[in-house]
């Protein structure tokens, strides 16, 4: 179980808030930032989208395949076509 599993992560207009879920008290910034980067040890962490995907990802994927990029090296004239 990690560290944030006693938190509620709320996405708001001014950012992400992490939140205890025993006392709904919000967390200083830096003590969440802290728990993030252990939580995350490989840095990667994404706050969930409440929508459905905005890129094709499976299209995008194929597309690299054949001209033998990875997704972050493409064109924003290239990531256009996967975008809906």
Known sequence: MSKLSA???????SGILAV??????SLPKKRFIDDMDA???DGKYVSP????????FRDMNNYC???G???VELTDEEMEQFRF
């Open 49 to 56: 989208n409440e929508g459905p995907p905005r890129v094709k």
């Open 39 to 41: 939580a995350f040890q």
């Open 20 to 25: 205890r879920k025993d006392r709904e008290e």
């Open 65 to 67: 395949k054949q001209v």
């Open 7 to 13: 938190f509620i992560i709320r996405k708001t207009p």
């Open 69 to 71: 990029k990875k997704p």
